[in-house]
């Protein structure tokens, strides 16, 4: 899958101790934005991260279209 040369370039990330700490970092203080700070599921907290996010990133939402299907199964 890897060509030998990004195989060796993983190998001697994989030994970095900057990275593993900048990666238990990132670990440390990641946020689930379904989850409020009381530990409770929230699904409109993540909506509203999303579209909070999509602002911040400028992306423009698309109008909305609705799904027509006579036979929706989950």
Not at 30 to 39: L, T, V
């Amino acid at each position: 899958m890897f060509t030998s040369a990004a195989e060796k370039e993983y190998q001697e990330l994989a030994k970095s101790e900057s990275l593993r700490r900048d990666m238990e970092t990132v670990r440390r203080n990641r946020h689930n934005p379904f989850i409020r700070k009381d530990g409770s599921v929230d699904a409109d907290a993540y909506i509203t991260f999303v579209t909070e996010f999509n602002e911040f990133i400028g992306h423009k939402p698309r109008p909305f279209r609705q799904i027509v299907d006579k036979d929706m199964r989950l």
